[in-house]
């Protein structure tokens, strides 16, 4: 499954009502462009249902909305998990919180590094918090940005 899509999934996941996809786009920062094909793939795996509102206003086209379906609340993706992190979790949890202190112990906002990365802030944020992916070379360049580099050491256990 693809980031954009993880993402898409997310927003409606989290909603409590049926979210037009214009919020979409302002929500993760991706463009029409992306988020549409990605909702018309998923109503095809019967995972989001969609329609266009009822009344429609002036001067503007009518809304479309979108939710998941119980079978797109069910996928891997979007249902919410209560048992323990998995081990690469843990790891990218570890990631999120030293790139999140990188920023702050270099006083630059979460506003200013996005525009720096050339990502959303609204994106650059979910993967700090945990609701998009934080891969290594994200974590990387973020603290690269504030002068700060990550690094791993891997053991090997010894059998």
């Known amino acids: 499954m693809t980031a954009p899509t993880r ?3 997310a927003v409606l996941r989290d909603a409590d009502q049926p979210v037009w996809g214009f919020d979409i786009c302002r929500t993760t920062g991706l463009k ?3 988020i549409y094909p990605i909702l018309h793939r998923l109503a095809g ?3 989001v249902e969609g329609w266009a509102e009822d009344s429609p206003h ?3 086209p009518p809304r479309r909305y979108y939710q ?3 079978r797109g609340r069910d996928q891997p993706g979007t249902v919410r998990r209560e048992s323990p992190p998995e081990p ?3 790891l990218e ?3 999120r919180r030293l790139a999140r202190q990188a920023l702050a112990d270099s006083g630059l906002t979460q506003a200013a590094a996005a525009r ?3 990502v959303s802030t609204k994106h650059l944020s979910m993967m700090l918090k945990g609701g998009s992916t934080l891969s290594l070379t994200w974590a990387d360049r973020i603290t690269q940005l504030v002068g700060q580099r990550i690094s791993i050491r891997l053991d090997q256990e010894q059998s």
């Open 93 to 95: 949890d570890q990631l």
């Open 58 to 60: 002036p001067g503007r």
């Open 32 to 34: 029409s462009g992306t």
């Open 88 to 90: 690469a979790n843990v």
């Open 7 to 9: 993402l898409v999934l």
């Open 68 to 70: 998941l379906t119980n």
């Open 116 to 118: 720096r990365l050339g």
């Open 45 to 47: 795996h019967g995972w």
